[in-house]
């Protein structure tokens, strides 16, 4: 258990809905990262929020966007869904300072499954 | 621009012998290499790090993992694999520069008894 908390744990919808996926990072971390990984594309980095600001961008879709919290949880939140867009979405969390910034820790996951 | 790249997609092991994974990296300086195991239906699970120092470096589960800077490398090993160890593992690199992990895409491993 790497400490890193995700709900739920499954998903399905359909299309042009919007969904919202949550993490919990662990306790005393300040970042929060998010990937996808799927069969195409594997594992590809969204996004990484820093104690509630935006710190980092990667191939993130416009239709998606996240944020964090004061408490340090983070959303991330899916709209006009595709069927592409069906994932697993993972959410990571890094202590802070000096290069233990850089190991990061993975939640279970949450399975989309576009329909 | 920073890869990462296995080129084993597969790769089968009785239970009981050595294990090698190979994994290459692009980038001018030294990155910041890891290894992850992620197992059927879970999260990836950090298996060891390479910041900087000794080039060979240990990690949990009996693996160990050689940095070698003049062939872009930082295979995974183990000397004696067990059943429980088939699961798929991804090399990953980060930057002095940017906190993202870049993956590898992955070797799978399988473990015949």
């Known amino acids: 258990d790497s400490g890193v908390t995700q709900t739920p744990k499954h998903l399905i919808t359909a299309t042009g809905q919007r969904v919202t996926l949550r993490c919990s990072p662990r306790?005393?971390?300040?970042?929060v990262y998010w990937y996808q990984q799927s069969l195409d594309q594997g594992l590809q980095f969204l996004i990484q929020?820093?104690?509630?600001?935006?710190?980092a961008k990667g191939n993130i879709l416009e239709r998606f966007s996240a944020q964090q919290f004061p408490d340090l949880h983070s959303e991330l939140n899916l709209s006009s869904l595709e069927l592409g867009d069906s994932a697993l979405y993972f959410c990571?969390?890094?202590?802070?300072?000096?290069?233990?910034?850089?190991?990061?820790?993975f939640g279970p996951g949450t399975r989309l499954t576009v329909t | 621009a920073q890869s990462v790249t296995q080129p084993d997609i597969h790769i089968t092991v009785s239970e009981g012998a050595s294990l090698e994974l190979r994994c290459n990296y692009s980038?001018?300086?030294?990155?910041?290499l890891f290894w992850y195991v992620q197992s059927p239906g879970q999260g990836l699970q950090l298996l060891l790090k390479?910041?900087?120092?000794?080039?060979l470096v240990q990690g949990i589960k009996g693996f160990e993992a050689e940095f070698k800077r003049s062939q872009s490398s930082f295979n995974l090993r183990k000397p004696s694999v067990h059943w429980s160890d088939a699961a798929e593992y991804f090399c990953?690199?980060?930057?002095?520069?940017?906190?993202?992990?870049?993956f590898g895409t992955g070797t799978r491993l399988q473990v015949f008894p």
């Open positions: 390479y910041f900087s120092g000794d080039t």
């Open positions: 980038y001018g300086a030294t990155p910041y």
């Open positions: 306790s005393g971390d300040l970042s």
């Open positions: 929020y820093y104690n509630g600001e935006e710190r």
């Open positions: 990953a690199v980060a930057t002095y520069n940017t906190d993202k992990l870049i």
């Open positions: 990571a969390s890094s202590p802070s300072g000096g290069v233990s910034s850089y190991e990061q820790y």
